[in-house]
C-alpha cells in the first residue's frame, strides 16, 4: 500500500526558508521509474505543480520558482525534502507530496497547509 | 509551458445526470494527460491517465477521451460522492502544469 505524510512548520515568517519532508512507504526511491513531486495549492485556488525529484537523482523544477527551491532524497530513510526560501505570504498554501510512475502522478499525500505571516 | 483551460470553471448537476467537462492545451500534447477529482479538504486521487485510460479502482462511470488539444471527461450518471472539483493535468514537458479545475455542485 503507498502512502505519503508531508510534515513540517504550519507558520512561517516572511523571508524564513520553508522546509518540508515527505516520508512515504509502499514504494522505493531507488526503483527505476518512481519520482516524488512537491504540488502546491494557495487557499481556494488551482494546484500549483513545483518540482520532482527521481530515482536517479534527476531533478526538474518549476521555471517560476526554480531559484527557490530546493529538492533533495534519503532513499534509505524513504523521505524527501522540500526547501523554499525567502517564503512571501504569496507562498500561503496546502503543499502536497505525490509519487508519480514514470510520468502519471498516481498517489497523493493529505497534505500540509503552511501560512506565511509575521 | 503549456496552458491548460479548463471549460466550464463550474457546473450545477443532478443525481444520475451525465456531466462533461473539457480541458485544452496551449499546444499538442498527444495523450499525456490525467484527470483528479478533489473532495473538499481531501487530496486531489487520480480518475485517467494517458487521456482515456481508468485508473484502478476508479469507477466505470468516468471516462476520458481526446488526444492534441482538446481532451473530455464525462461522469456516467452522476453520484453524490462526484461532487468535488476535477481538475486536468498534462504530463507533456516541464514545466508540468495543472487545469484551473472545474468544480461539480448539486442543482
Known amino acids: 500500500q503507498v502512502t505519503l505524510r508531508e510534515s513540517g512548520p504550519a507558520l512561517v515568517k516572511p523571508t524564513q526558508t520553508l522546509t518540508l519532508t515527505c516520508t512515504f512507504s509502499?514504494?522505493?526511491?531507488?526503483?527505476?521509474?518512481?519520482?516524488v513531486a512537491w504540488i502546491r495549492q494557495p487557499p481556494g485556488k488551482a494546484l500549483e505543480w513545483l518540482v520532482r525529484?527521481?530515482?536517479?537523482?534527476?531533478?526538474e523544477y518549476s521555471s517560476s520558482l526554480k531559484t527557490r527551491l530546493t529538492i533533495s532524497k534519503d532513499t534509505s530513510r524513504n523521505l524527501v525534502v522540500l526547501s523554499l526560501a525567502n517564503v512571501d505570504p504569496l507562498d500561503t498554501a496546502t503543499y502536497f507530496c505525490?509519487?508519480?510512475?514514470?510520468?502519471?502522478?498516481?498517489?497523493w499525500g493529505q497534505g500540509t497547509l503552511v501560512t506565511v505571516s509575521s | 509551458a503549456v496552458q491548460l483551460t479548463q471549460s466550464p470553471s463550474s457546473l450545477s448537476a443532478s443525481i444520475g445526470d451525465r456531466v462533461t467537462m473539457t480541458c485544452r492545451a496551449s499546444?499538442?500534447?498527444?495523450?499525456?494527460l490525467a484527470w483528479y477529482q478533489q473532495r473538499p479538504g481531501k487530496a486531489p486521487t487520480l480518475l485517467i491517465y494517458?487521456?482515456?485510460t481508468l485508473e484502478t479502482g476508479v469507477a466505470s462511470r468516468f471516462s476520458g477521451s481526446g488526444s492534441g488539444t482538446a481532451f473530455t471527461l464525462t461522469i456516467s450518471g452522476l453520484q453524490p460522492g462526484d461532487l468535488a472539483t476535477y481538475y486536468c493535468?498534462?504530463?507533456?514537458?516541464?514545466?508540468?502544469?495543472f487545469g484551473p479545475g472545474t468544480k461539480v455542485d448539486l442543482k
Open positions: 499546444q499538442a500534447i498527444d495523450t499525456a
Open positions: 505525490a509519487r508519480i510512475q514514470g510520468m502519471v502522478t498516481d498517489f
Open positions: 509502499g514504494f522505493s526511491l531507488d526503483t527505476s521509474g518512481l519520482s
Open positions: 494517458d487521456a482515456s
Open positions: 493535468h498534462q504530463f507533456s514537458g516541464y514545466p508540468l502544469t
Open positions: 525529484i527521481d530515482w536517479d537523482d534527476n531533478k
